[in-house]
């Protein structure tokens, strides 16, 4: 089965510049999540989504960042205007009924 | 809230030594409890995973016991190969949610 696809892997942009990350996930997962990687730290949840409905954002910083799964399967993950501190790696995950989560490659960001 | 703590890294070790990474948890209740590795490049892969406490998970030559008494989940294996290097995140699912939390990583180097 073909795993969580995201592009693009790396990224970079100037900062105030906006920028935008897609994800597809393992087909027939109905969630769906964002998560910010920083340098050095673990992974920190962003969104959560469960089909097309959000389940958690209270990570999300929504001045800045919004997230989209309009169709129940892929997502978009936007950030405007972008901050030095966004540098990061974004990895969409999905997961299964069995509580399985599966990860895809990562987009790196640098903010410069 | 949940949490996870690992010990910090990196940890430096030569081919065919004994390894541990400890990981200790609070939550609420009798989480699920994983280990994930990232090699270098690659994204999150499952290395491991324990849903009630005293059992063991194993893979690869690596285990970890969920102790409930003590709160942790330390990572070992008995004999570590070059190829083993690589981060090391442990992780928790809480009950009644399905999401995951992850520690800050440790950082496992082999020399031959």
């Known amino acids: 089965e073909a795993g969580v696809a995201q592009s693009p892997r790396y990224k970079i942009i100037e900062k105030r510049q906006s920028v935008a990350f897609w994800c597809n996930p393992i087909s027939g997962h109905a969630t769906l999540y964002w998560y910010q990687q920083i340098l050095g730290q673990g992974p920190k949840l962003l969104i959560q989504f469960q089909n097309n409905g959000v389940v958690d954002d209270s990570q999300l910083p929504k001045d800045r960042f919004s997230a989209e799964r309009l169709k129940g399967v892929d997502s978009t993950l936007k950030i405007q205007p972008a901050k030095l501190e966004d540098s990061a790696v974004y990895l969409c995950?999905?997961?299964?009924?069995?509580?399985?989560?599966?990860f895809g490659p990562g987009t790196r960001l640098t903010v410069t | 809230g949940d949490s996870v703590t690992q010990m910090e890294g990196p940890v430096t070790l030569s081919e065919e030594a004994f390894l541990t990474i400890n990981c200790t948890y609070t939550a609420t209740g009798y989480p699920s409890l994983f280990w994930y590795v990232q090699y270098p490049g690659e994204g999150l892969q499952l290395l491991l995973k324990a849903t009630k406490a005293d059992d063991k998970g194993s893979n690869k030559g690596f285990e970890a016991t969920y102790r409930k008494e003590t709160t942790s989940f330390h990572l070992e294996k008995g004999s570590v190969q070059v190829s083993d290097s690589a981060v090391y995140f442990c992780?928790?699912?809480?009950?009644?949610?399905?999401?995951?939390?992850f520690g800050t990583g440790t950082r496992l180097q082999v020399f031959p």
């Open positions: 992780a928790l699912s809480a009950l009644q949610t399905d999401k995951l939390i």
């Open positions: 995950a999905s997961s299964t009924l069995t509580g399985l989560w599966y």
